[in-house]
């Protein structure tokens, strides 16, 4: 099942451990503690200014790997 933008960073992170880099490449890890933000990937992307689909498809790149 593909990692979408409602998913939250923290699940993505407890099912695809390897994904924390990815989130790390883009400033998203900063907030929520260690495990991440509990909002949906696309709201932090947003504010964040990144560009959600190219961060999904990198995590599905990883998930893909997994």
């Known amino acids: 099942m593909p ?3 409602n998913d939250t960073v923290r699940d993505v992170i407890k099912k695809y451990p ?3 880099k990815i989130f790390n ?3 998203l890890m ?3 503690g260690p495990l ?3 909002e949906p990937i696309s709201f932090f ?3 964040h200014r990144v ?3 190219k961060l999904l498809k990198e995590l599905n790149e990883v998930a893909e790997k997994s």
């Open 3 to 5: 990692i979408t933008g």
């Open 18 to 20: 390897e994904a924390k």
């Open 25 to 27: 490449k883009y400033g």
């Open 30 to 32: 900063e907030c929520g």
């Open 36 to 38: 991440g933000p509990k």
């Open 45 to 47: 992307a947003t504010v």
């Open 51 to 53: 560009d959600v689909e």
